[in-house]
């Protein structure tokens, strides 16, 4: 079974400009999670997508925003860039709702310049 | 709010040697709570929590109430044994995970 697939890997940006980054889960997970991880910060949640819906919003300004599709393919934009989105951001799949064993993808590296 | 407390952002041991890596939690009520793993060039992944009550590769957390803590353990270190170990806490049913911001195990041969 193919495992949680992000894409690009790695993006460079600059300040201003607007991102989308894209996550696959795996077959049949219906749960997507983002989080966004810095050295300083660590792991921290953006947001939580289930069959098409929000169910869960972290702590973040709303120029950081996402979606799910119907095929539970997630985008998350961030817009109006600034360094400080410099970071890892990765993308998590699970089962079903607020299932615990999530399976992480390796993540999209984000330079803003 | 929770939150995840992991005091060491580094600990070397040597092979062999016992390992405990710390967390604490602060959350009044009944948490859920999770080791994931992150070895080198791979992707972070559960390794167990602590409902299951089951040791992974040979480690081992009890979860302790008036400590609030969840330390995680294992007898012998193994080389193989050397990532990034992250505890998550979820109040449990509809709450996103919080993690700590990680302890890197070094295991020296």
């Known amino acids: 079974k193919a495992g949680v697939t992000q894409t690009p890997r790695y993006l460079i940006k600059t300040r201003g400009q607007q991102v989308t980054l894209s996550c696959s889960p795996i077959?049949?997970?219906?749960?997507v999670s983002w989080y966004q991880q810095t050295p300083g910060q660590g792991l921290q949640f953006l947001f939580e997508?289930?069959?098409?819906?929000?169910?869960n919003k972290g702590n973040f300004p709303g120029r950081f925003s996402g979606r799910q599709f119907s095929n539970s393919r997630s985008e998350m934009n961030v817009s109006t860039l600034e360094l400080g989105d410099s970071a890892l951001y990765l993308c998590?799949?699970?089962?079903?709702?607020?299932?615990?064993?999530?399976?992480f993808g390796p993540g999209t590296r984000l330079t803003v310049t | 709010a929770q939150r995840v407390t992991q005091p060491e952002k580094l600990l070397s041991v040597f092979k062999g040697a016992p390992v405990e890596l710390k967390c604490n939690y602060s959350?009044?009520?009944?948490?859920?709570l999770f080791w994931y793993v992150q070895y080198s060039r791979q992707r972070l992944q559960l390794l167990l929590r602590?409902?299951s009550r089951e040791s992974i590769k040979g480690f081992t957390a009890d979860l302790n109430k008036g400590e609030t803590s969840f330390h995680l353990k294992k007898p012998f270190a193994q080389e193989e044994d050397s990532a990034m170990y992250y505890c998550?806490?979820?109040?449990?049913?509809?709450?996103?995970?919080?993690f700590g911001k990680g302890t890197r195990l070094s295991v020296i041969a």
């Open positions: 602590h409902i």
């Open positions: 077959s049949g997970h219906r749960s």
């Open positions: 997508y289930f069959s098409e819906t929000q169910r």
């Open positions: 959350y009044s009520g009944s948490p859920e």
């Open positions: 998550a806490l979820s109040r449990s049913g509809n709450t996103p995970l919080v």
């Open positions: 998590a799949s699970s089962k079903g709702q607020y299932s615990y064993e999530q399976y």
